[in-house]
């Protein structure tokens, strides 16, 4: 069975083939850790948790990495902290907690590695220099930018002609600049803001541009070049185009990546996401407020209407489609109840086919529907087969046996860490009964930082709200 998938960089569906079977390599561009993520930063982290999981199956959870890396300097976190009169690093840490317990909620799986841009400080003054060298960058009042013009086959990964480049890229006119394409690899850095020694003999300390960290990290934590580089289709251009071309001609290779796929973009009832409008809606609030249809949402419901259209199409986010899932989501859980199965499960062929087409997920959830299906009829195989396939695509957390037995483990290993948590899991509780969302943030947000993750979602049988927990793997 082929592995087949749209390659941004082609315009044509492959079939896969790594470079190094037994050492599969992926990169995704990760959180900017300056706020909750909203819905549509939730999309590529299912779309791709999909993937992870896909490629452990074929290869072998050992023989695949997954790297997504955390950009932890940039302006809009320099200005919050500024705001709230914060640290940096207080205000990223914290972030960072957050974003890992809203997607530990939605069942992704962490990746194998997530490299920091501040721990990649040294790596990416290597790259600034070794380009400069090369004739690919130049020194200009203060700054290092990478000369376009340079970079032969720049725009084709994103297929746009210079016009629309420049357009696209919104670029900074500036009178250093050779080229108004020519975009910045390091900068100086202004009063309060983090500085580092600069590369290339500037004496002024500054900080690194956006694009240049995602080269320095998958270079050198995934090789000059690797198997699969993804994102959300606004990355493709600038930020894609220009890691291409850095990576490209820093190593000289011919490319940076083999395959590239993009998720298509997310709106919200029919509309574009925009705080304006008052559809901007983070993952947390639907965890945790009841912003959405005057209630929380469990996890496995917003991943389920995340994963209803197929990643390349857009996505129209709605209340409505959160109900159906939900719906469905109890239905199966029913259906399943005291049947073992994990994550790890052997998937049925059905599912792993419709995976295997582009990571079809409306053919992954059209297979889920014929096993429940057949599952009422009374086919023992079909109950199995709905446990295991829900287990493997995410939508039963780890199976809730897992969860549960992880959390008794715990509780034996270490009964006072048990009384503590879950006497917070009450406060918590409470707090959100009394829509004393801060309060219940606070408690959330303590405990992850311990490595305590809490799960909320429907019980079947009762059909109330409830917590699980267990400790971050």
């Known amino acids: 069975m082929d592995l087949v998938i749209y390659n941004t960089l082609t315009r044509v569906k492959e079939a896969f083939t790594p470079i190094d079977p037994v050492n599969v390599r992926m990169y995704v561009c990760g959180p900017t850790v300056y706020d909750y993520a909203h819905i549509g930063n939730a999309r590529p982290v299912v779309v791709f948790d999909l993937l992870f999981r896909l490629l452990r199956h074929f290869y072998g959870a050992d023989y695949v990495t997954y790297a997504r890396n955390i950009t932890d300097v940039d302006d809009k976190i320099n200005a919050r902290a500024e705001v709230e009169k914060r640290t940096i690093r207080e205000v990223t840490e914290t972030t960072a907690s957050q974003y890992h317990s809203d997607m530990a909620a939605l069942s992704a799986l962490l990746p194998t590695m997530e490299p920091r841009a501040t721990e990649h400080i040294n790596d990416m003054k290597a790259m600034i220099e070794n380009l400069v060298a090369k004739g690919f960058a130049y020194v200009a009042e203060g700054h290092v930018l990478f000369e376009v013009g340079k970079m032969p086959g720049y725009g084709k990964l994103s297929g746009r002609s210079l016009e629309d480049m ?148 857009p996505l129209d986010f709605t209340q409505k489609g959160l109900e159906e899932s939900e719906k469905l989501i109890e239905r199966w859980a029913k259906l399943i109840d005291g049947v073992e199965t994990s994550s790890d499960a052997e998937p049925p062929v059905e599912v792993v086919e419709a995976l295997c087409e582009d990571l079809n997920t409306p053919r992954a959830i059209a297979a889920l529907h014929g096993f429940a299906r057949a599952a009422r009829s009374g086919d023992i195989g079909a109950v199995q087969k709905l446990a295991d396939a829900a287990a493997f695509l995410g939508l039963m957390p780890e199976s809730w046996q897992d969860v549960e037995a992880q959390t008794a483990e715990a509780a034996t290993a270490d009964p006072e860490l048990a009384v503590r948590v879950e006497g917070l899991i009450a406060d918590r509780l409470a707090a959100r009964a009394a829509k004393n969302w801060t309060e219940s943030d606070r408690i959330r947000d303590e405990l992850a930082a311990e490595g305590i993750v809490l799960k909320d979602g429907k019980n079947p049988e009762t059909g109330e709200m409830e917590t699980t927990w267990e400790l971050k793997r």
Not at 199 to 223: F, Y
Not at 246 to 263: D, E, F, I, P, V
């Open 166 to 313: 420049v357009a696209g890229a919104r670029v900074e006119v500036a009178p250093y600049k050779r080229d108004a394409m020519d975009f910045v690899l390091w900068k100086p850095s202004k009063p309060g803001e983090p500085s580092w020694p600069s590369p290339c003999g500037i004496v002024e300390d500054g900080r690194p541009g956006w694009h240049i960290e995602c080269s320095a990290m998958a270079g050198k934590h995934l090789g000059e070049v690797f198997d699969i580089h993804g994102g959300g289709i606004d990355l493709t251009f600038p930020h894609h185009e220009n890691e291409i071309a850095q990576s490209c001609c820093a190593h000289g290779t011919q490319k940076m990546a083999n395959y590239w796929l993009h998720n298509g973009f997310l709106q919200v009832e029919g509309e574009k996401v925009s705080k304006s409008l008052g559809n901007f809606i983070t993952v947390h609030e639907l965890l945790e407020s009841d912003k959405v249809g005057g209630r929380t949402w469990p996890g496995a419901a917003v991943r389920l209407t995340l994963m209803s259209a197929h990643y390349r199409q």
